[in-house]
């Protein structure tokens, strides 16, 4: 498979292509990459100014790149139809989801794709000792913080609900 790298000037032209087939003017909606973002693909915000965030993990995905900016394209439309509306992912955003040809789910988690981000930057691993389910983590919270002093018992494994993990630091295996 040959490797695929998008931009901001692929999502401004499929923009203009939405915009022309929608009968809005999105060139308004400030468009920003996000090295940071590992936990979503994609986030609209209304503003203002109105602006969509997507993740660098995306431009490098295919299967991922144009669900994800067709996704955060309906928000879009349906906010510059209804300034000032908040349908989340409502039946108004649905349809809107149509209207560009994307995927009309809240969160569209083909195989492994946020689970492959976090793993590259995870700082931390939870392993079940007793059914092998792995957790990753990009910063120490409360899970982190309660295996990291011992206290085993007050963590349950989301498969299993084991209270036995290993607890890796995986900034220190580099």
Not at 27 to 39: F, I, M
Not at 100 to 127: F, H, L, S, W
Request: aromatic letters at 8%; glycine letters at 8%.
């Amino acid at each position: 498979m040959t490797a695929v790298r998008y931009g901001l000037m692929d999502v401004r032209r499929e923009y203009a292509r939405l915009d022309a087939l929608c009968g809005v003017d999105t060139r308004g909606v400030l468009l920003r990459v996000s090295a940071r973002a590992k936990s979503r693909l994609g986030l609209f915000r209304p503003g203002p100014p109105p602006s969509i965030v997507i993740s660098a993990f995306v431009l490098d995905r295919e299967d991922l790149f144009w669900d994800t900016i067709r996704h955060e394209y309906a928000h879009a439309l349906v906010w510059l139809r209804e300034p000032g509306s908040r349908h989340g992912h409502d039946a108004v955003w649905k349809a809107a989801c149509r209207e560009v040809g994307c995927n009309p789910r809240a969160t569209v988690r083909p195989e492994g794709a946020i689970q492959d981000a976090r793993m590259a930057v995870a700082k931390y691993r939870v392993v079940c000792k007793t059914c092998g389910q792995e957790s990753f983590y990009l910063r120490e919270g409360k899970i982190v913080t309660l295996l990291r002093f011992g206290k085993k018992d007050r963590v349950r494994c989301k498969r299993c609900g084991a209270t036995d993990f290993r607890l890796e630091d995986l900034r220190q295996e580099s």
